[in-house]
């Protein structure tokens, strides 16, 4: 397991309330077969709860 830091430059930019850019995962996906904006949608959906979820275990 790595501890690297994140260079500063790849933070800045990011919203708040996101663990995972939309940007960097489809690059993951490679070619999406169908309506892309469906999935954008859904994985938007889906990090948005883990930050929450994340940020809400930080604060106990």
Request: with cysteine; glycine share 6%.
């Amino acid at each position: 397991m790595t501890t690297e830091k994140p260079e500063s430059e790849e933070l800045r930019g990011m919203p708040p309330g996101v663990c995972v850019p939309w940007q960097d995962k489809v690059k993951e996906y490679g070619q999406i077969a169908g309506n892309a904006e469906i999935l954008k949608n859904e994985w938007e959906k889906l990090d948005a709860a883990a930050y929450v979820y994340l940020w809400w275990w930080v604060q106990r």
